[in-house]
């Protein structure tokens, strides 16, 4: 009888010291880790609560920032659910998608493979720990976490304090923050709003910028779409998230939200994206759409619709969620609204105009910077390169217009550029312009 007691005592003390543990960790996180306006936080609050969830969304801020529940709900009929995360990639695609399964019944699962992080994009520990954070304790979250980074990431993944150890010394940002705790707002996950964006309900963000006159540019040159643009791990998680929806019965679709087409355009050869995902959708036997090669006379996107060169702004994503659930929804074919390929895309609805411009400066070079006007066929173009250093008030003509594309700023200098395309020499035929800083 001793021996047993003695043995549920241990029982009871192991538990005990776990319990406690959890509870530390609880209480270290409330004091040190601000998500007071985390909408991953509040996303996965609204995942937990769901009464159903027959549509799931999956991937990055291309999902979240492009399909609009309130939208999709009418069309399909259903509940739908945008489980988008930052930087969302294919492994923590998978973990959400067995937690979906292990509590509701989805009839489809729609995830958006954005070439940037199919390629086995490296985002760090923290595109995990966005989703790790808020999940409920099971295996599967602990299986996620050892998976994306081994010991370190489940130690960090448990324990979030960790991660913000320095933060217990700064007394005046733990007075801060649990202020802001201490509120309505935070314990009843009330939906977090910016400047420019807020939080719209089941995953969804609305975006209020807009690429100004679609003057759309970039500071740093595109990673190019190689012939192996599907990383292997990536391929791994999709292969396993086909599995799963087949043992469940659930199809599985691969889509890639719209872009600008500057990007597209700069980062190489899209079709070449496309095809490798079609054949690898075929094998795992899921379905591929592109919605890049949209007819714009179906989706009609320029400058207004995007926050960016990279995502949907909420006016774009409105667009596109409409059409969206028009195409899976049969009243659009896949003949009406895509071209055969991107390349017959850019030839219909393109001819010589400038996309964009990138204006980057040169590894290792100090103040030397080169320009590129990406256009979607070839021609004529002619740089002018405008400075205004800081405390000036004008900008002044550093050179051009000429073919030159590259040209140095002035030394020890610090300001702003404001580049021209023209289409002549002489500077009349302005084509595009994009300034920053230097």
């Known amino acids: 009888m001793k021996k047993y007691q003695r043995i549920i005592r241990r029982v009871l003390g192991v538990i005990g010291f776990f319990l406690v543990l959890a509870l530390s ?261 899921a379905e591929y759409v592109d919605f890049n090669l949209c007819r714009e006379s179906y989706l009609p996107l320029d400058g207004s619709c995007f926050m960016d060169d990279n995502h949907l702004n909420g006016k774009g994503a409105e667009r596109f969620s409409q059409v969206f659930g028009e195409y899976f929804t049969g009243s659009l074919t896949k003949e009406k609204l895509f071209y055969e390929s991107y390349q017959e895309k850019m030839e219909q609805e393109y001819h010589d105009e400038v996309l964009g411009i990138i204006c980057a400066q040169e590894e290792g070079v100090e103040g030397s910077y080169w320009v590129d006007a990406v256009t979607a066929e070839e021609r004529p173009v002619y740089y002018a390169v405008y400075t205004k250093p800081k405390g000036e008030e004008e900008y002044m003509l550093l050179q051009g217009p000429s073919s030159d594309s590259t040209f140095e700023t002035p030394n020890g200098q610090h300001g702003y550029l404001h580049i021209c395309v023209y289409g002549d020499v002489q500077g009349t035929e302005l084509l595009h312009q994009m300034k920053c800083n230097y």
Not at 35 to 56: C, G, P
Not at 82 to 101: F, I, M
Not at 141 to 153: A, I
């Open 25 to 285: 960790n609880e209480l270290f996180r409330f004091l040190v880790v601000d998500d007071v306006q985390s909408y991953t936080r509040v996303t996965m609050h609204e995942f937990y609560h769901q009464d159903s969830i027959d549509v799931l969304f999956l991937g990055s801020s291309h999902s979240y920032r492009s399909l609009d529940p309130e939208i999709t709900d009418r069309f399909f009929g259903s509940n739908t659910f945008n489980a988008g995360t930052s930087s969302q990639l294919p492994d923590g695609s998978c973990a959400l998608l067995r937690e979906v399964c292990g509590r509701y019944q989805p009839k489809t699962v729609y995830m958006e493979v954005y070439y940037g992080v199919v390629c086995d994009y490296d985002a760090g520990p923290t595109a995990t720990y966005v989703i790790s954070d808020y999940m409920r304790p099971s295996w599967n979250k602990y299986e996620y976490l050892w998976e994306s980074g081994g010991q370190e990431d489940l130690v960090h993944g448990l324990i979030l304090a960790r991660r913000n150890w320095q933060k217990f010394f700064d007394f005046p940002y733990m007075a801060e923050l649990l202020q802001k705790k201490f509120t309505p707002e935070y314990w009843q996950y009330a939906y977090p709003s910016y400047d420019n964006e807020y939080y719209a309900g089941k995953g969804f963000v609305y975006n209020l910028e807009e690429v100004g006159d679609g003057w759309f540019s970039s500071t740093e040159p595109f990673a190019p779409i190689g012939d192996d643009a599907i990383g292997e791990k990536s391929r791994e998680s999709m292969e396993e998230m086909a599995k799963i929806c087949e043992e469940e019965g659930i199809q599985l679709v691969l889509y890639s939200a719209p872009m600008p087409d500057f990007r597209l355009n700069a980062a190489g050869d899209y079709d070449s994206f496309v095809g490798q995902m079609e054949a690898f959708a075929e094998r795992i036997g």
